[in-house]
Nanobody, 125 residues
Framework: QVHLAESGGGSVQAGGSLKLSCRVSGYGIGGLCLAWFRQAPGMEREGVANFCGITESYTESVKGRFTLFRDENENTLYLQMNRLKPEDTGMYYC????????????????????WGQGTQVTVSA
């Protein structure tokens, strides 16, 4: 059974930084497709970034500001978030697939079987 535990959320002012962590247990992260999703109040859960195999990708609104790091020794996926904006506010969830996901489908939440409980990110103007 794969278990995901997020941490690192908080409240920052616009322009600030946060580093989210997703610690994975039950399976080595090298064999998983991993992703970060976020959900603002009243909005759909959207894909932010994903790491599958050796390929990472980002949604357009975070490119150049957010960076994924994968530490296989710690079995942890990190999301470094810089130059945060109020529109980045939301609950951030780590997700893992049960297998390989084609690149065209990696931002779709339905392709991820395992989810963490989420960590809240609030960015004030």
């Amino acid at each position: 059974q794969v278990h995901l535990a997020e941490s690192g959320g908080g409240s920052v002012q616009a322009g600030g930084s946060l580093k989210l962590s997703c610690r994975v247990s039950g399976y080595g992260i090298g064999g998983l497709c991993l992703a970060w999703f976020r959900q603002a109040p009243g909005m759909e859960r959207e894909g932010v970034a994903n790491f599958c195999g050796i390929t990472e990708s980002y949604t357009e609104s975070v490119k150049g500001r957010f960076t994924l790091f994968r530490d296989e020794n710690e079995n942890t996926l990190y999301l470094q978030m810089n130059r945060l904006k109020p529109e980045d506010t939301g609950m951030y969830y780590c997700a893992a697939s049960g297998g390989f996901i084609p690149s065209a489908n990696r931002a779709q939440k339905g392709n991820y079987f395992y989810w963490g409980q989420g960590t809240q990110v609030t960015v004030s103007a």
